[in-house]
């Protein structure tokens, strides 16, 4: 049997979609779902927090 490019994509599309829940898990610990300080957070996060525009684009780019 050859190995086809069309075998990763089950694999690949695993890693994507278990990628979520844990970037979601890692912005629980910065985000409060308030409607007073919600906007302060992401502000918070994107400026303030170690690579956090990288995880909020990371768990926002999942969604398709």
């Known amino acids: 049997m050859r190995y086809q490019y069309t075998w990763g994509m089950g694999g690949s599309r695993f890693i994507f979609s278990s990628c ?3 970037t979601g898990v890692l912005l629980m610990f910065y985000y409060h779902p ?3 300080i919600a906007f302060k957070d ?3 996060l ?3 927090v170690p690579f ?3 995880l ?3 768990h926002r ?3 398709t």
């Open 20 to 22: 979520s829940p844990f």
């Open 34 to 36: 308030t409607k007073i």
């Open 42 to 44: 992401i502000l918070y």
């Open 46 to 48: 994107e400026h303030d």
């Open 52 to 54: 956090g525009k990288l």
């Open 56 to 58: 909020r684009n990371m």
């Open 61 to 63: 780019g999942q969604r």
